[in-house]
């Protein structure tokens, strides 16, 4: 089974073609921008269900992270009390929300973990997806 990377080849060239590509989009850029003003100024704290709750289904649908219990997520977030790790910039948030219990199934979210950490704490933390 060939990898990412050999299906994808990562190269200065392609870097810099992705990022051309996303810059040109102004849909692209309204939504980081949407998402960077939910995450860290209309709900900037992760205590409250409600926001954890916009926050993550609206990453969800714009990202189209295909997270299905999305409520359970939240729930998940709000119990790892994030919020010191996020600031700090630590890898251990990404690592916290990855890994979601929801009625005896466990989920592996990594990208959506990433996405969310991103968000928050845009100089700390890389997005990580198949695009990237």
Known sequence: MLTFEELVPVTD????AALKQWADSDAAIKDDEMLVRLFQKDYPGNDDLHGI???????????FTHVYKIYGVACHIREC????????????????????SID??????????TKYCSFSNQSAYPIYDRNV
């Open 13 to 16: 060239a392609s870097v810099r």
């Open 53 to 63: 709750l916009v926050k993550a289904s609206t990453l969800n649908s714009i990202y």
């Open 81 to 100: 009390h994030p919020d010191e790790m996020l600031k700090a910039g630590d890898a251990d948030a990404v690592k916290a929300i990855q890994y979601v």
């Open 104 to 113: 005896g199934q466990t989920y592996n979210l990594y990208s959506f973990a």
